[in-house]
C-alpha cells in the first residue's frame, strides 16, 4: 500500500493533454514538502521527470509539467507522444517516517 | 557525467543476507552535497525507498525495513553498500542505487533522486 495515491492508467490520443493526480496527506504533501516525478520506461531505471514541483531536469521536453497543490500534486503531458507511453511515479518526504515515500505509480498508455 | 552502476549476486537463498554494492564515477561520494539511496522494485509494483546514507555515515532507513537494512560508504573507492539480512521471497526485487539531494537547496523541503543505477534483480530462492 503505497502512501501516495495515484491513479493506475490513464491514456490518451497522440497531441492529448493528460494529467496524472498524486495525492497525499499531511505528513507529506500536506506538510509543504515538495513533489517530484520519474518517468520508467519499460525495462528500464525510473528518470528524473520534474524536481520541486514544477521544476524540469536540462534534457526533459517542456510538454511535461507539475503543479501542486494542498495535499495533492498533478502531473501534465501537453501533445503526448508515443514515446511517452510509460510508468509515472510521484515521490515525496514523509515526516511520519522520516523517509521518502513514492506513489503508487501511473501507466500512462497512447492510444 | 555521473553514473552508478550496482553490483552483487543475483540469487540469494531465504534467511541469508543479501549484498549489494553501488560504484559511483563523475561525482564524488565524499563531496558533502549529497546523500546515497537505495530503492528497490518487485516485478510489476512500485517503487520503495530503502535507506540513504550521508558522507558523514549517518543513516536513515525506511522504518518498515530498519531492523534488517545497513548501509555504508567506501569513500575512498567511492562506492556505498547495502546489506539486508533474514530476507525472504518478498525481498525479491530490482534494486536501484541513486544519487540523493536536497529539495531547493535545503532538506527542510524533503530529497528527490536526480541520478540512478540501471538496476540489480535480485531473487529470493528457498
Known amino acids: 500500500q503505497s502512501v501516495l495515491t495515484q491513479p493506475p492508467s490513464v491514456s490518451g490520443a497522440p497531441g492529448q493533454r493528460v494529467t496524472i493526480s498524486c495525492t497525499g496527506s499531511s505528513s507529506n504533501i500536506g506538510a509543504g514538502y515538495d513533489v517530484h516525478w520519474y518517468q520508467q520506461l519499460p525495462g528500464t531505471a525510473p528518470k528524473l521527470l520534474i524536481y520541486g514541483n514544477n521544476n524540469r531536469p536540462s534534457g526533459v521536453p517542456d510538454r511535461f509539467s507539475g503543479s501542486k497543490s494542498g495535499a495533492s500534486a498533478s502531473l501534465a503531458i501537453t501533445g503526448l507522444q508515443a514515446e511517452d507511453e510509460a510508468d509515472y511515479y510521484c515521490?515525496?518526504?514523509?515526516?511520519?517516517?522520516?523517509?521518502?515515500?513514492f506513489g503508487s505509480g501511473t501507466k500512462v498508455t497512447v492510444l | 557525467q555521473v553514473q552508478l552502476q550496482e553490483s552483487g549476486p543475483g540469487l540469494v537463498k531465504s534467511s541469508q543476507t543479501l549484498s549489494l554494492t553501488c560504484t559511483v564515477s563523475?561525482?564524488?561520494?565524499?563531496?558533502?552535497?549529497?546523500?546515497w539511496s537505495w530503492i528497490r522494485q518487485p516485478a510489476g509494483k512500485g517503487l520503495e525507498w530503502i535507506g540513504r546514507i550521508y558522507t558523514s555515515g549517518s543513516t536513515n532507513y525506511n522504518p518498515s525495513l530498519k531492523s534488517r537494512v545497513t548501509i555504508s560508504v567506501d569513500m575512498s573507492k567511492n562506492q556505498f553498500s547495502l546489506k539486508l539480512s533474514s530476507v525472504t521471497a518478498a525481498d525479491t526485487a530490482v534494486y536501484y542505487c541513486?544519487?540523493?539531494?536536497?529539495?531547493?537547496?535545503?532538506?527542510?523541503?524533503?530529497?528527490?533522486?536526480?541520478?540512478w543505477g540501471q538496476g540489480n534483480l535480485v531473487t529470493v530462492s528457498s
Open positions: 515521490q515525496s518526504y514523509d515526516s511520519s517516517l522520516s523517509g521518502s515515500v
Open positions: 563523475g561525482a564524488s561520494i565524499s563531496s558533502g552535497r549529497y546523500y
Open positions: 541513486a544519487r540523493d539531494l536536497c529539495s531547493r537547496d535545503s532538506c527542510y523541503w524533503g530529497d528527490y533522486f536526480d541520478y
